[in-house]
């Protein structure tokens, strides 16, 4: 049976990098077009695909692109048969026998989609071979989605006209990534994904591990300098962030250059990420955590709080004691009740406080309008609303059928 998705994004982060790159990719899929989202692994293609298809507000069918795919895991397959025997014998001399076998179709999620309209999100679609996909150049094009021959269906589907396609694809040099044929390319509106920025990454790693701003800071900075001097262009430093972040703040360890277990934590995840020999990358990673225990300035100021209110002023790897890092482990939680509230966040309680405001008003209004009477974009309503939702201070009200509509939620 082919599972449709009702995706949601967990813990969507959005900054203003990530929010200009949605609005791009939303008015090309609003215009009717299918976006592709090209980039190194880990810069987050997946997540936005995810989250614009969320955007379009329509079921959304997911596939992985895989070397072993065939045609028919895109479009589907005959499966089984059905067998039909009439047998009459009306009149009792004489007996027909009518014996019908029918082969069973099964719709493949391409397939689904395109027949009602949904999204589709092709992950990773180069991992498929070239041939397989060429069943898309018809579907994108002509609008046409072209099955195999049979008797007892209809060989094309017409392509439902709110059907959007988001792809998501990694470079090709790498390993078990195919080259796309230029008619595929030549249909879609190819999107690179930049590395994301310092805010960005940090804002994902709080909002995914839970751990405070400065910490998430340090070590996307430790990270990046990392990757700028061991590690190849082709691989964002997301991804080792958010392991560090996790590992960290589920074992309550100190986020300092100083602690030896946190170095441990950063050599054991990005020493092996490097092509460089390991003892050559080991050096490259110490120089930069010596670098910041040198050079405090180049750390966050909160960071800087927390080591004064442990009684370090001036730090010296002779210095931090075990004992010290401990204590800096508890300050921390103190420090992070004390982080204030980011750009970003200001950003979106404006938006968040311009839609309530404007209920408080109206009383009630659908998305549309939302976006039309404030003009906001339909990125900004749609995470304003979920915050609103979430504070428990909106609520929505859903008719099948007909778009929901915003309420302010009266206890
Ligand atoms: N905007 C975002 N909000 C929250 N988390 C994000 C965001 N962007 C990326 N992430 C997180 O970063 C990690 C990498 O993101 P994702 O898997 O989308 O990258 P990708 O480019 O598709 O990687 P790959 O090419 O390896 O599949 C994931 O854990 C994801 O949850």
Avoid at 57 to 86: H, S
Avoid at 191 to 202: A, G, H, K, R, V
Avoid at 220 to 241: E, G, H, M, N, W
Avoid at 353 to 370: D, K
Wanted: glycine share 6%; aromatic share 6%.
């Amino acid at each position: 049976m082919t599972t449709v998705l009702q995706a949601r994004p967990h813990n969507f982060v959005s900054t203003p990098a990530i929010e200009r790159l949605s609005s791009r990719a939303l008015r090309y899929l609003q215009s009717g077009y299918s976006v592709h989202l090209r980039g190194a692994a880990g810069t987050g293609k997946t997540t936005l695909g995810l989250h614009l298809a969320d955007l379009l507000g329509r079921p959304i069918m997911v596939l992985f692109g895989d070397d072993e795919f065939t045609t028919a895991d895109l479009i589907g397959n005959q499966l089984g048969y059905t067998r039909k025997k009439v047998v009459d014998n009306f009149i009792h001399s004489v007996v027909k026998v009518e014996d019908e076998l029918r082969h069973n179709w099964v719709d493949s999620r391409l397939t689904l989609a395109c027949r009602e309209g949904f999204t589709l999100v092709y992950d990773e679609f180069n991992r498929s071979r070239p041939e397989v996909n060429n069943v898309l150049l018809s579907a994108l094009e002509e609008k046409l989605l072209v099955l195999p021959p049979s008797g007892n269906r209809p060989e094309y589907i017409r392509v439902h006209p709110q059907f959007r396609a988001i792809f998501t694809s990694n470079p090709e040099e790498y390993c078990g990534v195919h080259g796309t044929q230029d008619a595929l390319l030549d249909r879609l509106i190819t999107i690179n994904m930049p590395e994301p920025d310092e805010l960005t990454q940090q804002q994902i790693v709080v909002k995914k591990t839970g751990i405070d701003a400065d910490s998430a800071l340090l070590i996307v900075r430790i990270v990046q300098a990392f990757q700028s001097a061991a590690i190849a262009d082709s691989v964002s430093s997301l991804r080792p962030c958010l392991i560090i972040g996790t590992v960290c703040q589920e074992h309550e360890i100190a986020v300092l250059p100083e602690n030896p277990e946190f170095r441990e934590i950063c050599g054991d995840i990005l020493l092996s990420r490097s092509e460089q020999p390991f003892a050559e990358a080991t050096q490259q990673l110490w120089t930069i955590f010596n670098q910041l225990i040198a050079e405090p300035k180049t750390r966050q100021p909160l960071a800087e709080k927390t080591l004064a209110s442990a009684g370090l002023h001036r730090i010296t790897p002779e210095l931090v004691s075990e004992e010290a890092v401990e204590t800096l482990a508890e300050t921390r939680a103190v420090a992070t009740a004390e982080a204030e509230t980011t750009a970003l966040d200001r950003l979106l309680a404006t938006h968040e406080q311009t839609i309530y405001q404007h209920l408080e008003v109206v009383g009630s209004a659908r998305l549309a309008e939302l976006e039309t009477t404030l003009g906001l974009s339909r990125f900004q309503v749609v995470n304003a609303l979920k915050s609103l939702i979430e504070k428990g201070l909106l609520h929505k009200q859903e008719t099948p059928g007909a778009p929901s509509i915003y309420q302010i939620h009266i206890a």
